[in-house]
């Protein structure tokens, strides 16, 4: 099983000690891939990924105690306010996307698209704006709406698959993929063979920007922001 370790970070972000191991129940009920940890660091969902989806549990890190526990779907992470997780299921009667409370049973639906693909979903930091993608064989779309999902407004159409990222931790701009790539040579379209070009909207002004490098598809190559908005890490392709 893997294992969880912690480290502190001061507000310039420097890593203030050495990981220190974190204990998780002996029971075996937190299971997981990957660990996500909630904006107020009082909980951790582990996310175990099976053949048919997700499986959430969220972990009490005071009590390390299992309080709840979702499957199986796509785990998008944490609202802001650290009491709720997004995540899709697409089985049952009402399949989509939904906020589940960690602390109790409370469960909102705050997307059901006609497309059920749904490509990425976040909240803003703010906790007021919800992205989420949508792809099907010839459909691909990028919504945004108000956080509980009212006044959905289509951001994006395209041609091409797209995706959400996630937004800034200041909440000005929005990751994402799926407009049509800007090509001004043959060495460029070559480039778009191995790879598709990240995106940014800005909610304020409500203008769209490329970044210049060739974004790579794939299992663990997301795209991450700098705690200050102004950088992004990503794996990426350039033409030799």
Known sequence: MP?????MVDAQNQ???????FETPSNQ??????????????????????????????????????????????YFGWHPNSKEILFYQDMGQEPGLWRFHVENSAHKLVAQPPILDITGAAISPDGQLLAYGTNSFDIHQIWISNEDGSAPSKLLESDSVV???????????????????????????????????????????QTHKSLSSRFLFGYGFIPVW?????????????HL
């Open 3 to 7: 294992r969880i370790e912690f480290v």
């Open 15 to 21: 890593v203030k000690n050495a990981p220190i191991p």
């Open 29 to 74: 009920a937190f299971l997981f891939t990957q660990v996500s940890a909630s904006p107020d660091g009082k909980y951790l969902a582990g996310v175990l990924a099976t053949q048919g989806g997700d499986v959430v549990s969220v972990l009490d890190i005071a009590s390390n105690k299992v309080i709840s526990t979702w499957g199986v779907g796509k």
């Open 163 to 205: 995706a959400v990222w996630g937004w800034s931790p200041n909440g000005q701009y929005l990751l994402y993929t799926g407009e049509a790539p800007i090509v001004d040579t043959a060495a460029e379209q070559n480039q778009l063979k191995s790879g598709s070009q990240l995106w940014l909207w800005n909610r304020y002004d």
């Open 226 to 238: 700098s705690p200050t908005s102004d950088a992004i890490a990503f794996v990426g392709t350039i």
